[in-house]
């Protein structure tokens, strides 16, 4: 269960990145409501999270969830680049995140 809260917990981190970008710099009320609320809720999950995982593990996958999650909508909702060059590296943040949750203690 610990796993599918840090999934959430990442998924949430992508909320709260991409909302910043809606904030326009926290002078928008409704983004900046929602994007703090998000960070609040990412932060609590991993924090239950981290109950059952190590805390390097849980941690490195939150943050490559909310990475490789913000890149995907960077380039889909924003126009950011979508080189070949972008994408592996993604890739490779999807591999460790992968290995991380095979090479962790059960």
Same mark, same amino acid.
């Given at each position: 269960?610990?796993?599918?809260?840090?999934?959430?917990?990442?998924?949430?981190?992508?909320?709260?990145?991409?909302?910043?970008?809606?904030?326009?710099?926290?002078?928008?009320?409704?983004?900046? *409501? %929602? /994007? #703090?609320?998000?960070?609040?809720?990412?932060?609590?999950?991993?924090?239950?999270?981290?109950?059952?995982?190590? &805390? $390097?593990?849980?941690?490195?996958?939150?943050?490559?969830?909310?990475? *490789? %999650? /913000? #890149?995907?909508?960077?380039?889909?909702?924003?126009?950011?680049?979508?080189?070949?060059?972008?994408?592996?590296? &993604? $890739?490779?943040?999807?591999?460790?995140?992968?290995?991380?949750?095979?090479?962790?203690?059960?």
């Amino acid at each position: 269960m610990a796993w599918v809260i840090l999934t959430i917990a990442g998924l949430f981190e992508v909320g709260w990145a991409i909302g910043l970008k809606y904030t326009n710099g926290f002078t928008k009320l409704w983004p900046t *409501v %929602g /994007t #703090v609320a998000a960070m609040l809720i990412s932060l609590t999950l991993l924090g239950i999270a981290m109950k059952d995982l190590p &805390v $390097g593990t849980a941690y490195a996958v939150w943050t490559g969830v909310g990475a *490789v %999650g /913000t #890149v995907f909508l960077g380039i889909f909702l924003f126009g950011d680049s979508a080189a070949v060059g972008r994408l592996i590296c &993604v $890739g490779l943040i999807l591999a460790g995140i992968i290995g991380l949750k095979i090479l962790s203690p059960s």
